[in-house]
């Protein structure tokens, strides 16, 4: 399916020279003089080499469609993250490196979309937003509202997390799974 290369977002799987490529992250770019192009560091699929391709804004690239299972998240074991079709109870083991950026959220037990090429599974794609605990995080300052300000914090799952500074440890909070940002308390 060709899309607009303004179109691209990460976890995108494109299919650029015979490969499949998987979209890691985008930057559209606007320079002062010139046109404007999108950014698009992509990892091939079979080797895993990593490469930064460059589009102007007004080509056009060929976007692979994948069916999509829902699957549940099981465990992690050596590098190797399994899942089971809850249909078939049909499991699954997808290597880290296709993980990267579903890692920081997945709870076992956690449903997700796996993506398939040709009964291959490809990609994991997680739900806009996931609901985590705050584990670490500096202690609240007593008469401190919401402001811009935000400190650090680590969520269970072990990525980390700007917070507001009111939050304490152990308060769930709603994650943005595509940017890794704070949205609400849950």
Known sequence: MQINVTAIRTGNILEIDGGLWKVMKTKHVTPGKGVACMQ???????????TNKRFNSTERAERTILS?????????DSGDYHFMDMETYDQIALHENMMENAKPYLLPEMMVEVEFHDERPLNVKLPQSVVLTVTECDASIK????????????????APIMVPPYLESGTKVKVNTENGEYIERA
């Open 40 to 50: 698009v560091e992509m990892r091939n699929i079979e080797t895993g080499t990593k």
């Open 68 to 76: 999509q299972r829902s699957m549940q998240y099981l465990y992690e």
């Open 143 to 158: 008469g401190q509202t919401a402001t811009s300000s935000y400190k650090p914090g680590v969520l269970e799952t072990g």
